[in-house]
């Protein structure tokens, strides 16, 4: 009996080491992961990683004439049905190749499932690991310009917008694409605009940002809508991972990631901006009246709204209700 007892004797004890080693290791790696997880925290914006990505929109092209990023709100459902069927309509522009995709990030599982299916349905979704609220807004921006670096290399054209944006594509197209220089990003242009240090504001900026400032010290564009060369995306991502968060969207893309993209430049290689101010409306009735009035020669190109959700579907019926009577041949009714 007694060589018996010795064995399991033994046993238990290397039985104990093992489940205390055990123990040990996965909760040495668990802390880690979790200190990894907070060291992280998003506090670099180019850290984004994907939850969907769907990564043959612009693969399976040889070349895309445009990629339009759609920043939206993940429950936003029945607004990017909208939009699918109005101007974010790619076979709208057709021959020419446009592609769209819409930005978004997580909310409950509810919600996931939901996108997920809708994804499933139009493979148009990305989806980066932050929470969807309006002040993660920059890391939804930089989630666009990483996917834009990463999958969609072969786009001329880039143009970052939101889910409350309508842009006149035709004219746009027509008028505006071929004057592009490689260096050049058009948009709304905003010189020292003031800080907004109020808590409710969804442009409150902490104090512990900009200390001390009042106005913003650099000029940059309105996040609105921005159309950059697609070569320019590379430089712009590059330059997302080494800066700092800053809660501004638009600021931080357009006012401090091209100030250092131009640092690396003289003066005639700089970034510049042409503003596009004259040919953009935050006022639908100015828009549709314009259009109504002017018809074909309405040289408004983009209506956007801050306050309420835009009436997508009558604003696009009245800009292009002259393109069909025109039948200008690249516009098809269905
Ligand atoms: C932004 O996203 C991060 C990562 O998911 C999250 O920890 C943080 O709470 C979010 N911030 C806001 C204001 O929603
Ligand atoms: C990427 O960014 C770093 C740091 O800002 C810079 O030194 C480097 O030249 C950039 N590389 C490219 C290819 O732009
Ligand atoms: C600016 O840099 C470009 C190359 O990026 C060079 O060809 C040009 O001569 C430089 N101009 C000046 C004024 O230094
Ligand atoms: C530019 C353009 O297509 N203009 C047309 C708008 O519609 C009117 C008729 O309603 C035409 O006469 C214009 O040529």
């Given at each position: 009996m ?11 004890i ?8 055990v ?14 997880e907070?060291?992280r ?57 446009v592609q ?27 989806q ?12 939804k ?30 004219l746009?197209f ?13 948009g ?39 159309i950059l ?5 590379p ?5 997302s991972?080494?800066s ?23 003066d ?13 409306t935050?006022?639908e ?9 002017l018809?074909?020669?309405?040289n ?33 009714m269905?």
């Amino acid at each position: 009996m007694k060589p018996v007892r010795i064995f399991w004797k033994r046993n238990a004890i290397l039985f104990c080491c093992l489940i205390i080693s055990v123990w040990f290791i996965y909760n040495k790696s668990y802390r880690s992961s979790v200190r990894n997880e907070f060291n992280r925290g998003l506090s670099n914006p180019g850290d984004i990683r994907y939850l969907i990505n769907n990564e043959h929109i612009c693969n399976d092209y040889k070349r895309v004439f445009c990629i339009i990023l759609v920043s939206s709100d993940i429950t936003h459902f029945n607004r990017r049905v909208e939009l699918r069927s109005t101007w974010l309509k790619s076979n709208n522009y057709r021959p020419k190749n446009v592609q769209v995709v819409y930005l978004t990030g997580k909310n409950d599982k509810t919600v996931q499932n939901k996108l997920m299916l809708e994804s499933q349905t139009y493979s148009d979704i990305i989806q980066g690991d932050f929470i969807d609220s309006y002040q993660n807004s920059t890391y939804k921006g930089v989630l666009g310009f990483k996917w834009v670096a990463e999958h969609c290399r072969n786009a001329d054209i880039v143009i970052k917008t939101h889910d409350n944006v309508i842009i006149n594509l035709f004219l746009f197209f027509d008028k505006f694409a071929m004057h592009m220089h490689d260096k050049e990003l058009l948009g709304k242009f905003i010189r020292s605009n003031e800080i907004v240090r109020e808590k409710n504001s969804q442009y409150y900026v902490p104090t512990r940002y900009l200390k001390g400032m009042i106005y913003y010290p650099l000029s940059y564009l309105s996040g609105l809508a921005v159309i950059l060369p697609g070569n320019l995306i590379p430089l712009y991502f590059n330059a997302s991972i080494t800066s700092e968060y800053f809660p501004i969207e638009d600021y931080f893309l357009f006012g401090i990631l091209t100030a250092k993209i131009n640092k690396d430049f003289n003066d005639t290689g700089k970034l510049k901006y042409r503003d596009l101010t004259k040919f953009i409306t935050s006022d639908e009735r100015y828009w549709k009246h314009c259009y109504l009035t002017l018809k074909g020669n309405c040289n408004l190109l983009i209506a956007y709204q801050e306050q309420y959700r835009l009436d997508t579907e009558s604003v696009w019926n009245v800009m292009i209700q002259n393109r069909s009577q025109s039948a200008s041949g690249h516009f098809d009714m269905e």
